[in-house]
């Protein structure tokens, strides 16, 4: 397999179509929720360098995109596709690697998040250091919750206020300090005083 996996630029927006086809047709396989995006709206990610994506003899394999919620607070890392082809060949954990480093670099001190039902995305943000979390500790900013609109759980999620839907909330937040684990003993000594 010889894939390029790069930082998408003006010169990737002939794939702009090939992607949102791709991002359609996996979805209606899963049965699940994918936001719809408009081939502009790839092409316009790829012209900001907020996209990777994977060629291979000429054609897209596979892409990924960032989003920046509440003034950039908040990374999204969103439309992570591979094609049919390059499926079960790592291709997904290389694009995710690098779209996240691309947020790292891009915004150093943002929370970085993912919304999924795909258990391999969520292998893959837990390698890479994301925690589940509820949709509460994700931004609040309105328009990134009418991406969800193409969505066919979308329904699912207006009924319940954002809050939940079907998707995993996955977040990686560079400051956060997971809390120090205590033998169950000392633990429950603590209440035993």
């Not at 609109?149 to 400051?175: A, S, V, W």
């Amino acid at each position: 397999m010889s894939v390029s996996i790069v930082v998408a630029d003006s010169s990737h927006t002939v794939y702009a179509e090939r992607i949102c086809e791709l991002m359609y047709i996996s979805a209606q396989e899963r049965g699940t929720g994918i936001a719809r995006r408009s081939p502009e709206y790839v092409a316009q990610k790829m012209r900001d360098g907020k996209a990777i994506i994977a060629i291979e003899n000429g054609e897209a394999v596979g892409f990924s995109y960032i989003e920046t919620w509440s003034h950039s607070r908040f990374v999204a890392n969103s439309g992570l596709i591979v094609a049919h082809s390059h499926r079960n060949t790592g291709l997904a954990r290389k694009i995710k690697a690098r779209i996240f480093k691309l947020s790292r670099k891009l915004y150093p001190g943002a929370k970085i998040f993912s919304i999924t039902t795909g258990l391999a995305v969520m292998k893959i943000n837990y390698e890479l250091g994301f925690r589940p979390v509820t949709f509460s500790e994700l931004t609040d900013d309105p328009d990134f919750w009418k991406g969800c609109e193409g969505c066919r759980n979308y329904d699912i999620l207006q009924r319940n206020n954002h809050k939940m839907c079907l998707c995993t909330g996955l977040l990686f937040d560079p400051d956060y300090k997971p809390a120090k684990r205590t033998p169950l003993g000392k633990f429950v000594s603590l209440f035993s005083l």
